[in-house]
């Protein structure tokens, strides 16, 4: 059975930065695409960041671009979200996902 557990959600100030972690099981990130969604109350689920299957190919939403990094460690089968330079607009609940298996979420708030 397939399962993604993120961490590392939390309170932060405008400018701050937080590093979301994915911890995989049942799959292996070293052979599957990734990726960061995120939900922010009353919108749509968007697409944050997305890493290859190899780890060589990253896209980001234009609105993280230059601020986000999405990375994956093979060996600990982990997927990274490394967030700075936050926004108030970056708060939202942050998702993992590999193809069609999705983790439960973790929660950020950028405060001014």
């Not at 405008?14 to 919108?43: F, N, T």
């Not at 601020?67 to 993992?96: G, H, P, W």
């Amino acid at each position: 059975q397939v399962q993604l557990v993120e961490s590392g959600g939390g309170l932060v100030q405008a400018g701050g930065s937080l590093r979301l972690s994915c911890a995989a099981s049942g799959i292996s990130v070293s052979i599957k695409p990734m990726g960061w969604y995120r939900q922010a109350p009353g919108k749509q689920r968007e697409l944050v960041a997305r890493i290859s299957t190899r780890g060589t190919v990253t896209n980001y939403a234009d609105s993280v671009k230059g601020r986000f990094t999405i990375s994956k460690d093979n060996a600990k089968n982990a997927v990274y979200l490394q967030m700075n330079s936050l926004k108030l607009e970056d708060t939202a609940v942050y998702y993992c996902n590999s193809v069609s298996d999705w983790g439960k979420g973790t929660l950020v708030t950028v405060s001014s």
